[in-house]
């Protein structure tokens, strides 16, 4: 759901068109309707967290939101029997991690190795798709799903298998790493100019500006292509 002041008007095929005070909008899948108002897996109550031996917790910038996820993972067969989570996130946040979660754990359980593979734009295919202005929203459960699995390959002593996401400082002057420039688009980001605006990389330091093309159409291709 939108936050703030909103209206919704139904569609005749299923959707929901969601305009803001403005009068602004976006429309929602029949099936982004039906994962927001029914979101599956959701953990609402208090939690036995020994229950669950991988448990991750992400934030995103470029949204504000918050997510924490709990997943029960069959150490014989190596796939992920539950998923839990929790999150202080937007309606298309909401509606992605509870498709995410119900892919997971479909047809007995994904393997782990699986999973760490499911992209945000394979999320978007499972929802019907989702606004541009929205698309960030579904990194978060994404990088929930990673965060808990990178927990229980440490916990397991897997640790070859850790992901590790460290980002990389593209403009020493202004410390803006690949992952500030990530969010940046993610978050509507779409040129160099409006990346600058938003981060500040490469205004005093040219040399830079090759290599944050080179990101920025990076990131637009994994995300909106």
């Known amino acids: 759901m939108v936050k703030g002041t909103s209206t919704i008007k139904r569609t005749e095929s299923g959707t929901a068109d969601v305009r803001d005070r403005d009068g602004q ?38 949204c504000g939101d918050e997510m924490k996820m709990w997943l029960k993972v ?18 298309s946040a909401i509606a992605a991690t509870s498709m995410l979660s119900v892919m997971v754990t479909e047809k007995g359980g994904m393997q782990t190795g699986a999973a760490l593979k499911i992209t945000p734009r394979d999320i978007m295919e499972r929802l019907d798709g989702l606004p541009n202005r929205k698309i960030h929203c579904s990194v978060l459960g994404d990088k929930a799903l990673r965060s808990a699995l990178n927990n229980y390959f440490r916990a397991s002593g897997q640790f070859d298998r850790i992901i590790v996401e460290g980002a990389r400082i593209i403009d020493s002057q202004t410390n803006v790493t690949d992952r500030d420039i990530e969010e940046a688009v993610l978050d509507g980001a779409d040129t160099l100019e409006k990346v600058q605006q938003k981060t500040k990389v490469g205004v005093g330091n040219p040399d830079v500006v090759a290599e944050v093309e080179q990101l920025i159409r990076f990131y637009k291709e994994k995300y909106y292509s």
């Not at 014989?76 to 539950?82: G, Q, V």
């Open 74 to 91: 069959d150490e014989l067969l190596d796939t992920i029997k539950e998923c839990k989570w929790r999150t202080f996130g937007c309606g």
């Open 25 to 62: 909008g976006w429309v929602y899948s029949a099936t982004v309707k039906e994962h927001f108002f029914n979101p599956r897996n959701l953990m609402l109550e208090d939690i036995d967290e020994s229950q669950y031996n991988a448990i991750g917790r992400v934030g995103s910038p470029a």
